[in-house]
């Protein structure tokens, strides 16, 4: 297909990227399916060991938005590339985080339909230009001669000094400006609230479903032999399907595309960024479509699963056990000794980067709390007990006032400077690990109410009692979350660099141990799996040692006995440290939902719970 590039899709192009689509949930799915079966069985024999789990006495808080209100709103100038011109429109940010836009505010308040909306996962916000047009030169790389500031010129001269954009490799980009510091804070302060609440919704849905899906597409990478998930696993299903089929993608795109595309460079430029919108889009649009069919599937397999598993429960857990330890005997010694060459000298280093700006984070809001008491008993004593009962609701939602919080947030954005040369070990999601720290943020302030008080005198002693109980609860809980973050994330770094390393002695293996799996029990008792557990068992030891040291040597104020999985050998590992945990570890990073939540004023309660066609 010589000639000039049009924008849109070609029906030829269309049916080339509806068929990698197809092939693609094809080939997924089965990896879906069996770990379902697989999350499913570890659900159920976890359900038996409920006491086992740590208890942390302060629990996550879950405070719900009505998904229509209005979280923020305001008139702000976008930049449009077709015009290339600078244009004013009213944007709203919704209580379930969409952003929407309008011609007017008079046209919102008359009721007609938003011109466009977005979800905002996915999206980086920037309020440099120069790393704005970085990425975007990155995208467009290819071109030949690469890109200049040629083309800038128009955006660069904007209405207004404040400037910050919304770049999705694969969505529509948002050039924003406004004219004064604070309007741009605040909406970026909000945008980025709404970026951290759509890119992690799966992570931390904590259901065996959203655990099952992660492990699916991280198995299904690996058979490509990728083992780096890079920052592809943000949002909601479809998307994370999408980013997956985009990156295997791009580079036949680019080959294919690229020669094709004719104009000046910032014409050719904006045909490539719409072309990848497009065929996103596209791919998106049939991923919805086909995982909505295979839900309906998903309830009938689950019926199944209930009626199999839990009959023959303990039959498979021996069985699981017993190849659990015949793996053992083959795989313990190379992973040892991969782990001590390969992770080990680098263990305690990558710890301590991952330790201090989460540290500092959690003392911000230990501070921001004890603060927000303080300014609420100074009000009580000067304003009459009426005004005050709505007052003092407001204090635990202090974490979804995302401009109080962005302070501690910014504490988490060192790691985008400090992790850059863990590159090395193929570690590519320093934002889904920034994302993570501000999620385990948030979730250090509960939701707190006040329903019984009746003067000002009770008022005062019950935020003064309250302070106090939740600051010492809040700095054992902290020691422990802490712990489990720094665990759960130097998993994620060093367990894919472990089991690529691997590969060619221990994996090709694999298959002589299938045998051993029952025909009844096959598809719900995965050797890969085990094999992998017993392999995350071996890091989780030196983990375990690192982090036990650190609580020795009281750094970063970690109490020794907050940490539940210290390992004192492998032999019993399988005892020690359950297949649920070990998993939940692997799904865990993004979420770090173990903290506060049920502190009820006036009593103050602790609640516990555990092919080689060209196409273009």
């Not at 309020?127 to 083309?151: P, R």
């Not at 479809?238 to 680019?254: F, Q």
């Not at 309906?296 to 069985?319: A, F, G, H, S, V």
């Not at 392999?535 to 020795?552: D, F, T, W």
Request: proline letters at 3%.
């Amino acid at each position: 297909m010589g000639g000039r590039y049009s924008s849109p899709l070609s029906g030829k192009q269309r049916r080339y990227l509806r068929g990698c689509t197809a092939a693609m949930m094809k080939n997924f799915l089965p990896y879906y399916q069996r770990q379902l079966a697989t999350a499913f069985l570890q659900q159920v024999s976890g359900e038996l060991d409920l006491q086992g789990k740590l208890a942390l006495q302060l629990l996550q808080s879950k405070t719900q938005r009505a998904p229509h209100a209005t979280l923020y709103d305001g008139l702000l100038s976008q930049y449009d590339e077709d015009s290339q011109r600078w244009k004013e429109n009213y944007f709203v940010l919704l209580g379930d985080f969409t952003l929407e836009w309008f011609e007017s505010k008079e046209a919102l308040g008359k009721g007609c339909e938003p011109r466009d909306s977005t979800a905002l996962s996915g999206y980086l916000l920037l309020t440099s230009l120069n790393e704005y047009t970085k990425l975007v030169s990155s995208l467009c790389q290819g071109f030949a001669g690469g890109y200049s500031q040629q083309g800038w010129n128009t955006l660069a001269d904007s209405p207004g000094e404040f400037l910050f954009f919304l770049y999705h490799p694969f969505r529509r980009h948002f050039c924003f400006c406004t004219s004064s510091a604070e309007s741009q804070r605040i909406w970026k302060s909000a945008l980025q609230d709404g970026i951290r609440y759509h890119s992690t919704e799966l992570q931390r849905r904590g259901s065996f479903e959203a655990e099952a899906f992660l492990e699916a597409v991280r198995f299904y990478r690996q058979e490509r032999g990728s083992y780096r998930a890079g920052d592809l696993l943000l949002g909601a299903e479809p998307e994370i399907l999408g980013n997956v089929l985009m990156e295997d993608l791009l580079p036949v795109l680019r080959s294919q595309v690229l020669p094709h595309i004719r104009g000046s460079e910032p014409r050719r430029k904006q045909l490539w960024i719409q072309f990848l919108q497009e065929a996103y889009t596209l791919i998106l649009s049939q991923v919805s479509s086909e995982f909505k069919v295979f839900q309906r599937e998903k309830e009938k397999l689950q019926i199944q699963l209930e009626k199999k598993i839990r009959p023959d429960l303990d039959q498979m857990l021996t069985l699981k056990d017993q190849i659990a330890r015949k793996l053992q005997g083959a795989v313990q010694s190379p992973a040892e000794s991969c782990c001590c060459q390969g992770v080990e000298p680098d263990l305690v280093c990558v710890m301590e980067e991952l330790m201090r700006p989460i540290s500092s984070g959690a003392e911000m809001v230990r501070s921001l709390f004890a603060q927000r008491v303080d300014e609420m008993v100074r009000t009580v004593r000067n304003s009459p007990i009426a005004v005050l009962q709505k007052e003092l609701l407001t204090l635990g939602r202090t974490s979804w006032t995302p401009e109080i919080m962005q302070p501690c947030y910014e504490k988490a954005d060192v790691y985008k400077e400090s992790l850059q040369g863990l590159e090395r070990f193929g570690f590519h999601s320093v934002t889904s690990l920034v994302l993570g720290a501000q999620n385990l943020m948030q979730q250090q302030l509960s939701e707190q109410r006040l329903s019984q008080a009746t003067n000002r005198n009770q008022v005062v002693q019950m935020l003064e009692n309250v302070k106090d109980r939740v600051l010492k609860k809040f700095d054992y809980d902290s020691s422990s979350t802490r712990k489990q973050f720094a665990q759960e994330w130097l998993v994620q770094i060093f367990l894919p660099f472990l089991l690529k390393h691997l590969e060619s002695r221990c994996k090709l293996e694999l298959p002589k141990y299938e045998s051993y799996v029952f025909a009844d029990f096959s598809g719900i008792i995965n050797v890969e799996n085990i094999y992998e557990e017993v392999v995350l068992a071996v890091l989780l030891k030196a983990i375990s040692k690192a982090l036990k040291e650190a609580s020795g040597r009281n750094k970063h104020n970690l109490y020794r006995d907050s940490f539940f999985c210290v390992l004192e050998s492998t032999d019993d590992l399988l005892h020690e440290v359950t297949a649920q945990e070990l998993s939940g570890i692997r799904m865990g990073a993004l979420s770090s939902n173990s903290m506060l939540d049920a502190v009820t004023f006036p009593t103050c309660p602790v609640n516990k719970s555990a092919s080689g066609e060209k196409i273009w």
